[in-house]
């Protein structure tokens, strides 16, 4: 017998991943009224409710479900909602489409912003919007628009996870803030992304990365000594923001899967930047000194940074002592492994400006693939310092299958950072057209 999924079902679905099951198919887990929820209900057994069995990994060819089959995604079936803007909000929901979940992002009429940030562009869309927008279904709706409106509350009323990184108090004024959707919906995640968080004196200031960055302190250790502060190249929080953000939408809803009930997420670009600057306010707080600014180096360790070389540049990280002693050895001086001033790290550390003149005196002396031989050779982690053409271009990242094609467009872009089963999860569709899905759900577009 065939099962169909009810949206009972739709909005209680068991988080999962199956081992072994082919293609996209979902079996459902199980059929509970809202309000009579068991904690920690069983699920029974996908071939009983019209699943496909599961296939052993000892029967399963290994080549066949690499080329042929994929695990079910994990979200298969979650439901998702986006109202979000540039980065943060629109990178949280691409990691859970890109996990299985349906993704629906809603747009105002002229579009998310990041559609414009170019060039470069593809199809006329900006590549940063290509970039954090697959796997993504687009609804355009005027939310001044009481129609729209109405249909928006509708449809969030069967939501398993709304996601929003919009200006501090918007959806408040529209009827869309947290309390009033998980009125409509008690087992919603409500998921905000915030530039300084959801409380304190700045809850309400906007905030881009470069603003934040500043403010978090991550100017004031980024850089070398000789020139003034700098910000972190990427967009390290906007991009970290949403990996927080979707990792606190999968506790949610795991701890759903217990209570019925759902829960508002918080975080924010500010405490993202703390977070990812955990060390060097362990080592403030215990010493009230401020980390020096270091080219590529580290104020705690040496070896750790980029040398010059006859030819380039390569980093190297020595990072124990052991491995100093190697390095120590490959420079044509052993003895500077076992000399008391460069014994341990923290004797290193105490004579910094008698040593890394002395090992920056050496690696001028050969260039950077000859050294690169030498280190590899005696077990020293070492790199190139790469370009994005290197990158792409090599093998590694091939073997890994990093770059993907984004269907639709003659566009590739950067899969997600994980496998299950030894399979990357796929970029089923490119980013969407503006509106492509309202006549699909019925949403009424802007007059």
Not at 162 to 191: H, T
Not at 435 to 442: I, K, S, V
Request: glycine share 10%; proline share 9%; with cysteine.
């Amino acid at each position: 017998m065939r099962h169909r999924a009810s949206r009972t079902l739709r909005a209680s679905v068991a988080i999962g991943s199956v081992s072994g099951i082919c293609g996209p198919l979902l079996g459902p887990a199980w059929i509970v009224p809202r309000g009579k929820e068991r904690l920690n209900p069983a699920p029974p057994r996908l071939d009983r409710l019209g699943g496909p069995r599961p296939v052993s990994a000892a029967k399963r060819p290994a080549q066949t479900f690499q080329k042929e089959c994929r695990p079910m995604l994990p979200l298969q079936g979650v439901k998702v909602v986006e109202i979000g803007q540039n980065l943060a909000g629109p990178y949280a929901s691409e990691i859970l489409a890109m996990l299985g979940a349906e993704v629906v992002k809603i747009e105002r009429p002229e579009g998310d912003d990041a559609r414009g940030w170019g060039p470069p562009l593809n199809a006329g869309i900006a590549t940063s919007f290509h970039a954090v927008n697959r796997n993504k279904r687009s609804v355009v709706l005027d939310l001044k628009d009481k129609e729209a409106l109405a249909w928006l509350r509708g449809f969030l009323a069967d939501t398993d996870v709304f996601i929003q990184n919009m200006r501090p108090g918007s959806l408040d004024k529209m009827g869309l803030g947290a309390e009033a959707v998980r009125a409509l919906n008690p087992r919603l995640i409500y998921c905000s992304l915030h530039a300084f968080g959801a409380v304190g004196p700045m809850a309400l200031k906007p905030g881009y990365e470069p603003i934040v960055q500043a403010f978090a302190g991550m100017f004031s250790v980024n850089g070398s000594a000789e020139v003034p502060p700098a910000r972190v190249g990427m967009q390290v929080l906007d991009l970290g923001t949403g990996v927080w953000a979707a990792l606190g939408c999968l506790a949610a809803l795991q701890r759903r899967h217990a209570t019925g009930e759902g829960a508002t997420v918080d975080t924010s670009l500010f405490e993202t930047g703390m977070g990812w600057m955990a060390q060097h306010f362990a080592g403030y707080f215990e010493s009230g000194r401020q980390p020096p600014r270091h080219r590529s180096g580290n104020p705690k360790l040496i070896v750790f940074q980029a040398f010059d070389t006859a030819d380039g540049e390569i980093v190297v990280a020595a990072a124990n002592d052991r491995l100093f002693a190697k390095f120590a050895a490959v420079l044509g001086h052993p003895e500077w492994g076992t000399d008391p001033r460069f014994r341990t790290n923290k004797d290193r550390i105490a004579h910094r400006e008698v040593i890394l003149p002395l090992l920056s005196a050496e690696m001028l002396k050969r260039g950077s693939e000859d050294w690169a031989e030498a280190l590899e050779a005696a077990g020293i982690p070492c790199s190139p310092i790469n370009d994005l053409a290197a990158v792409a271009a090599h093998p590694q990242t091939a073997a890994l299958g990093m770059i993907q094609p984004m269907p639709g467009y003659d566009a590739r872009g950067i899969g997600l950072p994980m496998s299950i089963d030894g399979v990357r999860p796929p970029v089923e569709r490119g980013a969407p057209a503006l509106g492509e899905a309202n006549a699909a759900l019925g949403a009424p577009m802007p007059k």
